[in-house]
Structure formats: C-alpha cells, structure tokens
C-alpha cells in the first residue's frame, strides 16, 4: 500500500506539509547563490501581484500561503495553505522545473534534480500545523550551515527580525494570541516536542 504521502488529497483550504530531496539525497543547494535564487523565485511566485503585473503567469498569490518553510543541502521543507484544490500541484511544478532549469545550467548537469514527485502531507488539526511549523524551524536552526547562523528559513519571520512580504506568519502567531496569548512563538520553539502547550 502507498505511503500517505505518496497520495496526494487535493483539497480546498487545506493545509499541507510538501517536501523533497535531491535525487539520491545529492545536494540541491552547493551554495549561497543557489539557496537565494530559489528564495527569489519563491518571491517571485508568492508575492502579492503588482497592478502592471496582474496577469503575469505563474503568480500563485492568493491561491497559495506559505506559512513556513526551510531550505537544508538536500531537501526542503514547506507549510502551506492552499486555496483551490489545484493550486499546490501548479505552485510545485513551476518551482520545481524553474530551479531544475536554473541548477542544470549552472552546474552543467543533466536530467532530474530532485528524487520524484513532490510529497504532500494533508494536516487536519491545529496542532499538526503548529507542529509541523515548529519541526520545520527546528531543523533549521539546528543544521551547520554556509553563514554560522542556521539553515534558510521563515523563523526569523516569527521572531519579527526580518519581512518577507510573500510569507504568510499570521495565522499561526494569531493561534497564540488568541489562544496562548501569555505564550510567545520564541518559547514554543524552546518547549520540548512532547510538552503540551498550556493556557
């Protein structure tokens, strides 16, 4: 029987964790360059429409949020909302086939770059999201990375350290302030995995 997350449920307003690897696990990302190209296409495709360029192709804003996310060496890691049910599959390919392009031709390589199809998890409670944006930022900052300071990610986002217009940090920090409001994302991150977050 496929694993779950070789079974893609296309659903409406639904919230996804996607991920990938380099093919064999070989690294996708070899430097700084690499690593902000795929930033900037992330932009590219995320950011809200400008008027002259309200009809430009394969600008998912609107139809895609990208709640959190990391960059490591050999695979990323995303959380995101889709509005149609086919919006994540249209997001996925563009970036997947434009980063192909963009890493063939630097590296002067040939052929697949990343090991199959996207994977797509459905998350169907709250707390899978904040989980899995916890996960995501965790390993983040965990990994030896080209700066000292982490792995490419949407943590300083949360903390409030850096904007990315194109990033969507809203509906997770308004659980906490709604919900936890005595309980900052900083000491979620610091909270064991197994602790349940108290009022």
């Not at 995320?46 to 895609?64: D, M, T, V, W």
């Not at 063939?104 to 999201?129: D, I």
């Not at 990994?143 to 982490?150: F, R």
């Not at 936890?180 to 602790?195: K, T, V, W």
């Amino acid at each position: 029987m496929p694993a779950k997350n070789r079974i893609k449920q296309y659903r409406e307003n639904s919230f996804y964790h996607l991920y990938n690897h380099g093919v064999d696990k070989k690294v996708i990302f070899q430097d700084q360059q690499d690593y902000s190209t795929f930033l900037s296409y992330l932009k590219t495709y995320l950011k809200p429409k400008e008027e002259e360029a309200k009809y430009r192709l394969n600008n998912f804003h609107g139809q895609i949020a990208l709640l959190a996310y990391c960059l490591m060496p050999d695979h990323f890691h995303f959380l995101i909302r889709q509005k149609d049910a086919n919006s994540m599959d249209r997001f996925m390919n563009s970036l997947g086939t434009r980063y192909t392009m963009y890493f063939n031709k630097k590296y002067k390589r040939l052929g697949p770059l990343y090991q199959g199809v996207y994977k797509a998890v459905l998350l169907t409670t709250e707390e899978e999201v904040l989980r899995l944006s916890r996960s995501i930022h965790g390993q983040a900052q965990a990994a030896p990375s080209l700066t000292g300071k982490g792995q490419p990610s949407s943590y300083q986002a949360y903390l409030g350290i850096q904007q990315q217009e194109w990033l969507n940090t809203e509906e997770i920090l308004a659980f906490f302030s709604h919900h936890y409001p005595n309980l900052s994302y900083r000491q979620f991150m610091n909270q064991p995995e197994d602790e349940e977050t108290e009022d």
